[in-house]
């Protein structure tokens, strides 16, 4: 009988020794993956931010080209009157 108890406990052991391997594994491989979604949030971020710049840079050139052209339209309109 203490025998088979002893068997049993060293299975339960040997389990519970690879269950925290599995587990220290497991919880190493999340961390990595954190720290990867993390440098993607950065990265997408700071790929937003270019792109917002971009975008008000072509505004704004647009509203340049804009004014030049109703000022050129204004000339028109006096030298043709």
């Known amino acids: 009988m203490k025998h088979l108890q002893y068997e049993n406990q060293t299975m339960i052991g040997e389990m519970r020794a690879e269950n925290m391997t599995q587990l220290k594994l497991s919880q190493?491989?999340?961390?990595?993956?954190?720290?990867?979604?993390?440098?993607?949030?950065?990265?997408?971020?700071?790929?937003?931010?270019?792109?917002?710049?971009?975008?008000e840079a072509q505004i704004q050139q647009l509203k340049f080209r804009h004014a030049q052209l109703l000022r050129f339209l204004i000339f028109l309109i006096i030298i043709l009157n």
Request: proline share 0%; charged share 50%.
């Open 28 to 55: 190493e491989d999340h961390d990595k993956q954190e720290l990867q979604l993390l440098q993607d949030k950065r990265d997408l971020r700071r790929l937003l931010r270019e792109c917002q710049e971009n975008t």
